[in-house]
């Protein structure tokens, strides 16, 4: 496996940038209401705005009123539920009927989660979400579960880092991206696209189709993405300089 060079400042020029947000602008934490915004983040979310042509999006796996709240002052366009609802900047949302089919995988998630401790169950619009960092034995337990779930609602089953999540299928974080990218405002940029998850790769492999690039945070691994940066203090400082390099 050939490791990635670090992403040069000039990338940004001419380009909309595409952000994961977990992993990508903060780190991880135990548990996704435990994660710590830099009192940065938002003012330079704010700069890159107004500095690149096509703007600046958050696209996560998180519910886009979580993401609203977690980047505020800035008012950004968001793909949230790994695309399944899209906020543009004025706030307005477009979103999917929750199906009822989350419902009753979610019933089953807590199940489980009372007889393991340590998981933890998030619920989201379009999605639920099964943790194991707190009890990482029972990970297997955890898939297996997801599996069945899956298969029996016809659900998506995504895997992350030590999370799996059952949501509706038909929009991933590329079909996110190839939606923004339809907007006018972006429509002679080239995407950039970066993130630090196996869920973030369909993003990566979109934004390299349309002509751009995708920037992988974490050690190296197998990845569409064409740079590599090592942490999220990495993608900070590079937003930082290519900020600075485009006014």
């Not at 958050?58 to 979580?66: D, K, L, T």
């Not at 979103?95 to 419902?103: K, T, V």
């Not at 707190?134 to 779930?149: C, D, K, R, T, Y």
């Amino acid at each position: 496996m050939i490791d990635l060079a670090p992403p040069p400042p000039s990338l940004l020029i001419d380009a909309s940038l595409f952000l994961d947000f977990d992993g990508t602008l903060v780190e991880i934490a135990d548990t996704p209401d435990a994660v710590a915004v830099g009192h940065g983040v938002a003012p330079l979310l704010e700069r890159l705005a107004a500095a690149l042509p096509g703007g600046v999006a958050i696209v996560s796996g998180r519910p886009v009123h979580e993401v609203q709240a977690l980047v505020a002052p800035a008012t950004l366009p968001i793909a949230g539920s790994h695309g399944l609802e899209i906020a543009a900047a004025d706030g307005a949302i477009a979103a999917p009927d929750r199906p009822a089919a989350l419902d009753t995988a979610l019933a089953a998630s807590r199940v489980f989660a009372s007889r393991h401790p340590g998981t933890l169950v998030e619920d989201k619009p379009f999605g639920v979400g099964l943790h194991y960092r707190g009890a990482p034995e029972a990970g297997e337990a955890v898939a297996a579960l997801a599996e069945e779930l899956a298969a029996a609602h016809d659900l998506h089953l995504q895997h992350g880092k030590m999370v799996v999540e059952l949501r509706l299928a038909g929009r991933d974080k590329g079909a996110a991206v190839e939606w923004l990218m339809a907007e006018p405002a972006r429509c002679r940029t080239v995407p950039v696209f970066v993130g630090d998850d196996v869920t973030d790769e369909a993003g990566f492999a979109a934004a390299v189709a349309m002509g751009g690039a995708g920037v992988l945070v974490g050690p190296a691994r197998a990845t569409s993405a064409t740079y590599r940066v090592n942490c999220v203090a990495d993608v900070l400082a590079w937003l930082d300089a290519a900020c600075r390099e485009m006014t």
